[in-house]
């Protein structure tokens, strides 16, 4: 079985704080991580995956096997990153296409 | 215009009633999946079909049934035996391979008056 957990429903902080939304998952083999967005009035979009170890609007997200998490950290956070975000697993081994989403987190920056 | 297209955006029906909602992708995906979405739920997985004639249950499949007889389209029906059906529902698409970027569509939202 795999699963993903979002331990905050919501998140708050000011303009310039920097930001950290946990992401802590369950899976017996080795996951793809990833990290999708919604912002409000548009679809649901990818932000970031593990594999590409790259950095997409100043996030950034390291996949820690031995505590299996893949928290998304961002050191100064804009209003414009307010917006619900979605973790989510992918665990070719055991469930071929199957991708389990979190609970999501509702990320709130104040001006 | 490629993407993924969900039809119809908003829908109403009497209980007892079965409704179908329709998800059509032009993308050459292999797979497709189908989530519910709710408020402090998250995304939930209803089903997904990775190769055209073929599904699997999600976690949340009792009520709901699916067909995928063209690689384009991968329609929901929504059951009577569907306890709580209102919800907002979203279609997906993906390569067939685990590293690959889920493609959503923008949503069909079903009240059942």
């Known amino acids: 079985a795999q699963r993903v957990t979002q331990p905050e429903k919501l998140l708050s902080v000011f303009k310039g704080a920097p930001v950290e939304l946990k992401c802590n998952y369950s899976?017996?083999?080795?996951?793809?991580l990833f990290w999708y967005v919604q912002y409000s009035r548009q679809r649901l979009q990818l932000l970031l995956r593990?594999?590409s170890r790259e950095s997409i609007k100043g996030f950034t997200a390291d996949l820690n096997k031995g505590e299996t998490s893949f928290h998304l950290k961002k050191p100064f956070a804009q209003e414009e990153d307010s917006a619900m975000y979605y973790c989510?697993?992918?665990?070719?081994?055991?469930?071929?296409?199957?991708?389990?989403f979190g609970e999501g987190t509702q990320l709130t920056v104040n001006p | 215009d490629g993407g993924i297209t969900q039809s119809p955006k908003y829908l109403f029906r009497k209980e007892g009633q079965n409704v179908t909602l329709s998800c059509e992708q032009n993308?050459?995906?292999?797979?497709m999946y189908w989530y519910r979405q709710d408020p402090g739920q998250g995304l939930r997985l209803i089903y997904y079909?990775?190769?055209?004639?073929?599904?699997q249950k999600g976690d949340i499949a009792e009520g709901y049934s699916v067909s995928r007889e063209k690689k384009e389209s991968f329609p929901l029906t929504v059951t009577s035996a569907q306890k709580n059906p209102t919800a907002f529902y979203l279609c997906a698409s993906r390569t067939g391979t685990n590293t690959g970027e889920l493609f959503f569509g923008e949503g069909s939202r079903l009240t059942v008056l």
């Open positions: 989510a697993l992918s665990g070719w081994e055991t469930s071929g296409s199957r991708l389990t």
């Open positions: 079909s990775q190769i055209v004639n073929d599904f």
């Open positions: 593990h594999i």
């Open positions: 993308l050459n995906h292999d797979a």
């Open positions: 899976y017996s083999g080795s996951p793809e």
